[in-house]
């Protein structure tokens, strides 16, 4: 029960008991809770006889009922209107789950596989739920899924190793980079020239020393902190299409099929399965270890202490397109290389955005293939390009159309800030 003790000595203090509207009031949520909450208390000095007793699958069960009630009602409306509170439950519920399955199952391979898993859909649906050690505020969810993975790893370290990473040469070294590059640009001209006047830059010498610089292209680190995690991934040609999805992956099995020298380079495999994209993924919330490879640049602290700091992992050929963001965005690349292309906010009309407000902020128009037949108005716009390779950080200030194409299996991350 090795496992198990790990994890309940991050045993909250449950000010969430106390503090949690929808506990409060929905008698279900609150006994449900208090009877396997109690029971973990009652249990800390030796949890074997919990794991032997007919309780404890009884409390699997509640916590399942109420675990599926609260799933559902995250997913009734629309995401932004759940409340906390009910994803505050979710993350508790997730917690309980994940203890009580190990009990029952006694720290099975499997078992703890799955209690991964769950600690991921609690980590993305739910919300935070801190505890303290020693001193300090700790998200719940995101130590379990620690705790799990380091006992998985040690599972996991007489697996074949990985194919390298292929990644090709560069033959791009012709393209001219229309707007202004910047070798270790200074605070204050930065803000006045770039911040401030919202132009774009390429900025260089400034992630040299980020320990994901020489990490990140070793494959077997990066599964062995994450293999078994679960993660968001795009399908399709780029998500204005028809034929995009999304679908929760295991990171290893994504990095396999998409990143070794397995992988192809066209969009689909032998079996036809669309290539795969991790974009936009709080990746560095859900999976801490990778966060200590990477520093916030000083450009963002005039403004913003607290960036939002955003993964971009895929194959070659992966591409978002014409599109606008409302904050500031430090694009920075770790490996790979990507095609940009830029337009002024000031060209906005003759972009054609997408009249649908899912889609406002994304152009009909393919800036890589210009079709003025159909959007003659493109004729009229600045388009400039730019080859983004490994050690470089774009500057997109806010309201800037941005078209990103992969040139080989890539890694970005982006800093978007006020």
Known sequence: MDVVHRLAGLYPDLRVFQTNHAIKVRKLYHDVMRIVADAIAENMNDFNQLAQSQNVNEHLIR??????????????????????????????????????????????????????????????????????????????????ASVLSSAKQLENQNEPPLKRIKIDSDDTQDVTCEIPCLHRPTLEYFGSEHYDKSEPALLRGIIDDWPAMQKWHDLEYLVGLAGERTVPVEIGSQYSSDDWSQRLVKFRDFIVTNLTETSKDGPDDQNGVKRAYLAQHELFDQIPELRKDIFVPDYIGRTDVSPRIKAWLGPKGTISPLHTDPSHNLLCQVFGSKTIILASPGDTLNLYPHEHFILNNTSQVDAKHLDFDRFPLAREVRFRQLVLRRGDILYIPPGWWHYVESLEPSFSVSFWFD
């Not at 997913?75 to 309980?96: D, N, Q």
């Not at 006694?106 to 609690?122: H, M, P, V």
């Open 63 to 144: 916590i399942g009922v109420l675990y599926d009630l609260v799933y559902g009602n995250l997913h009734t409306g629309e995401w932004h209107a759940v409340p906390v509170e009910e994803r505050e439950v979710f993350t508790i519920l997730s917690y309980f789950r994940i203890l009580y399955s190990l009990l029952c199952a006694r720290e099975s391979s499997e078992s703890i596989k799955n209690a991964i898993y769950i600690a991921d859909i609690g980590i993305m649906l739910g919300a935070k739920v801190f505890f303290d050690c020693k001193g300090m505020d700790k998200d719940l969810l995101t130590e379990v």
